[in-house]
């Protein structure tokens, strides 16, 4: 059983250490993964040895409080324990404590230093008389500041009796050290007051510690409040993914329609979806068509067509038509459920070099302590009996060790990336995926489906002297029809694409390994290979020339002839996507080599690898061969990369140091990959690489500066530089706190940096590039082309926004809008600019902010304007 917890009373990675500790030690516990950023734990354990009670008691007993996750059903409770809603509650009561301890800090701080600066105090402060007065007003005004973080105390003490101290316990240890020799320092001015002992009494009127109690607890809780500000941006990959997903459904019950909660959607549900909508769960189209943004799931930057068949899936967006889909996938099967769970659990995941900075962590606290407590009796003896510059030395030690930067160094980049990881479409299952991907050397790609299309369809069409193109096309189709063969049906679907009449044979026959044979009006045709048309006798001419040539090419040449002679040739290829060459080059950029993988035969294989650009080609590999290959591979030291289509090449996937799969779609291939790349563009694998990279730059800059701040950070405040002669500064403790603050809120800061990465490799989406009439583009290549303009055309595309279409003459305007935030608020836009009279259509672009709608009647800026505002956003400007 893999189980999920949500742990509470964590503050600093020792916590999560302690925690991870505890838990592991029990006997039926075969791994346990704590994560501070998300105050969760992962336990992989015996169900039959072992309860998720005594887990959570186990956490109990080291000091923590633990609980297993609200049913998705439970929705008010499952809402609290959202990781926003949870943000909120820790940010809301940070604030308050914040707040209040500002309140009582001034004052306090105003007595204790305002007489350096020259303020003046109330007469009943002032003078050696009331020294004692002196002395309890300022206790009084710390012990407030003490009520209300006295979360470090309860949780820093308790676990310093389960003799696991962790952050809380220094800063506890530090603060109530402070407060308690300010106490011991009234008594001995009362003494003296006493007794007339006017030196006892000025030895400590000045050397009062409750001001540095105060502030370290006040500075202590600024930081933490910016930390977890700071953190809660990291979690907003995860937030914007639950928010994509509808709340109700409009769902037929008995003919009628009927709008329900989502969580009540079963499978089997017919579902009604309008334009505009969001898809409420996975399902398959039944009726209507209609193009659906899946921008949101896949990155995918345009619609794509739907109709009867087609499946849909959760949090894509309706764009056009309306139509009704049956529930396939409910709750949490959902692919976007699927999406935050894998996110959820890669941020919640360590990897190696996290778990080395929590062994680290674990130790540091209890070792820091010694640290203060050796500093404190040295700089006792040193300074000839002095207890003031002990204690100084021994508390600033303490609070300024406190190893937060350390414990935050590498979850917070892990979850940064991981979550811009998502929202390109590239979903990264664990943080050591993550981390091993930095490493790889190697490259091996799977040809089918993954540098190529998939599927076959027409590159060349060559056709006898005595007939054209579209002769030939026609007779193909027509003979091609009935057969259920791969390479008919790209036939057929290159004839319906040229809108070719076809007409139906008669007396059809497939001959198996040769081809096809039917009649066609009054004469006999026939299409097949080479053999066949031997074994018929009829006049071959030129063509097994030109069929050698398409076959060097990596190309299947069919042979189409009537009784007497062969009337063309028709070749049929796999091609590449449109991004295969451009990722190719980028691994090699990378400085990655690349291996080409298939089950094709050598020459097929050496032409798809010559066009790419991949020099090591694998051929006619068996699907069961390919793990060997892989391995044979890291036997060679190579560190590998597999990418593939993550079903058939499971073994191969599982096998290699980092498997990717690719072109996953609805259908995530969970199991078998490390990473699921949502889309079918070799370019999420570079930008994964990228990523990779990026991640683990990020948390080497993060732990150097963490270990840099400690190593000098603690020598400092021992006062060793001090002793030494290097510098006449000793550190105290309220400023240790003010450091041991800042350095949390750089980490989290330098981490929040990848929010903005962004792959070098693709300046724009590769959606938004021609794919027609350019090398690597495919004859089947179905999706719309993107105007390209000539450089050498003196009027460039913008600068008119009159077109004539069919006659008509339309116009186009450009409103700038602020406001859209996401691929709803781009359908809202368009929705709303659509239904007015004369648009014709409307785009709206989320990144540059603006919206074009196509005019062919006149349309008035103040009526596009009012149509906007009215949707919720406001017009900038028109053009």
């Known amino acids: 059983m893999k189980q999920k917890f949500n742990v509470t009373g964590m503050t600093c990675s020792a916590c999560s250490a302690h925690v991870e500790k505890a838990v592991n030690k029990l006997d039926a516990v075969r791994k346990a993964e704590v994560s501070l950023m998300t105050n969760s734990m992962t336990v992989d354990y015996d169900e039959s040895a072992l309860t998720p009670d005594g887990i959570i008691q ?49 004052p306090l701080f105003y007595i204790s230093m305002g007489h350096m600066l020259g303020a003046p105090l109330p007469g009943f402060l002032t003078g050696l008389e009331n020294a004692v007065a002196f002395g309890l007003t300022q206790l009084l005004l710390t012990l407030p500041i003490m009520y209300i973080n006295d979360k470090y105390y309860r949780v820093g003490f308790k676990t310093l009796a389960h003799l696991a101290p962790n952050m809380d316990s220094l800063i506890a240890v530090g603060s109530s050290a402070a407060v308690i020799y300010g106490v011991f320092a009234i008594y001995q001015m009362g003494y003296g007051l006493g007794h ?93 068509t209609s193009a659906v943004d899946e921008s949101a799931l896949t990155g995918e930057s345009l619609p794509v067509d739907k109709g009867p068949g087609d499946k849909v899936a959760a949090a894509s967006i309706n764009k056009s038509g309306s139509f009704t889909f049956e529930a396939l996938r409910v709750g949490e099967d959902t692919t976007l459920a699927q999406m935050i769970r894998l996110v959820e659990e890669a941020s919640s995941s360590k990897a190696p070099i996290a778990k080395l900075a929590d062994k680290v962590a674990g130790v540091f606290v209890p070792v820091v302590m010694v640290i203060a407590a050796v500093t404190a009796v040295a700089w006792f003896f040193a300074s000839g009996y002095d207890i003031t510059k002990a ?70 069409v060559l056709p006898a002297d005595d007939m054209d193109e579209e002769g030939l096309l026609i007779l193909a189709a027509c003979l091609e029809g009935p057969s ?76 189409f002839a009537d009784e007497h002679q ?12 449109p991004t295969s060459a451009a990722a190719v080059a980028a691994f090699r950029k990378l400085g990655l080599d690349v291996v080409m993988l298939t089950g ?130 000793m550190l105290n403790p309220m400023f240790g706190a003010a450091a041991m603050s800042l350095s949390s809120v750089c980490v989290v800061t330098n981490a929040l940096r990848l929010r903005f ?53 339309t116009m186009t305007k450009t409103l700038n809008i602020e406001g859209m935030m996401c691929a709803h608020c781009v359908a ?39 149509a906007v505002t009215e949707a919720g956003y406001e017009v900038v400007s028109i053009q």
């Open 58 to 106: 186990a956490v109990v007993h080291a000091g923590y409080g633990a609980s297993l996750p609200q049913k998705a059903g439970d929705t008010a409770q499952a809402k609290a324990q959202r990781p926003e809603a949870q943000m909120e509650a820790e940010l809301s009561s940070m604030k308050h404590r914040l707040i209040w301890s500002f309140v009582f800090l001034i």
């Open 196 to 288: 007339g002992d006017w030196a006892l009494v000025e030895q400590y009127h000045m050397d009062l510690y409750f001001e540095s109690a105060g502030m370290i607890l006040t500075l202590i809780t600024l930081g933490k409040y910016l930390e977890t500000r700071s953190k809660g941006k990291t979690s907003q990959a995860i937030t914007r993914l639950m928010d994509l997903a509808p709340k109700t459904a409009s769902v037929l019950r008995d003919g009628v329609e009927v709008e329900i909660p989502v969580e009540e959607v079963r499978v089997g549900d017919h579902i009604v979806v309008r334009p505009g909508q969001s898809i409420p769960v996975d399902g398959v189209i039944v009726e209507g």
């Open 391 to 460: 204690l100084t030395t021994g508390v600033a030690v303490l609070v300024i060790s406190c190893p937060c930067a350390l414990g935050l160094a590498t979850p917070v980049a892990i979850m940064v990336g991981t979550g811009k990881g998502a929202e390109n479409g590239i979903l990264i299952k664990s943080a050591e995926a993550l981390e091993t991907l930095h490493t790889v050397n190697t490259v091996v790609l799977d040809k089918t489906g993954t540098l190529t299309q998939g599927r076959p369809v027409v590159t060349d």
């Open 484 to 559: 259920e063969h791969p390479l008919a049906t790209a036939i057929v679907e290159e004839s319906k694409k040229r809108n070719l009449p076809v007409t139906t044979v008669g007396n059809f026959t497939a001959l198996h390994g040769r081809g096809v044979r039917a009649t066609l009006g009054d004469r006999t045709c026939m299409g097949g290979n080479l053999a066949m048309m031997e074994e018929s006798g009829v006049d071959l001419g030129s063509f097994p020339e030109k069929a050698e040539e398409l076959a060097v090419q990596g190309k299947t040449a069919l042979y």
């Open 566 to 577: 062969v009337l063309g040739l028709i070749a049929v290829a796999d091609t590449p996507k």
């Open 600 to 729: 094709d035969n050598q020459r097929t294989a050496d032409a798809i690898g010559k066009e790419l650009g991949v020099t090591e080609v694998m051929a006619q590999v068996l699907p069961q061969d390919k793990e060997r290959k892989v391995k044979e591979l890291q036997e060679q030291g190579k560190k590998v990369a597999m990418v593939g289509d993550g079903i058939n090449d499971a073994p191969a996937l599982a096998r290699a140091d980092v498997g990717l799969a690719i072109g996953a779609g609805t259908d995530v291939a969970i199991e078998s990959a490390d990473i699921v790349l949502m889309k079918s563009d070799l370019m999420d694998a570079v930008a994964a690489v990228e990523l990779s990279r990026a991640t683990i730059r990020n948390i080497k800059e993060n732990l150097f500066w963490a270990f840099f701040y400690n190593s000098i950070g603690i020598p400092l405040a021992a006062g060793v530089f001090y002793a030494l002669g290097i510098t006449d500064f």
């Open 757 to 809: 990465f962004k792959s070098k490799f693709r300046t724009q989406s590769p959606q938004s590039q021609q794919t027609e009439n350019v090398p690597g583009a495919s004859a089947g290549d179905d999706r719309t082309p993107a105007p390209v303009c000539d450089q050498s055309c003196p009027v460039q595309l913008e600068e008119s926004n009159q077109t004539t279409q069919g006659g008509t003459e």
């Open 828 to 866: 809202h836009v368009e929705k709303a600019l659509s239904a007015l009279g004369g648009v014709t259509s409307a785009k709206a672009d989320l990144e540059k902010k603006q919206a074009t709608v196509t005019l062919a009647a006149p349309v008035s800026d103040q009526e596009l304007k009012d």
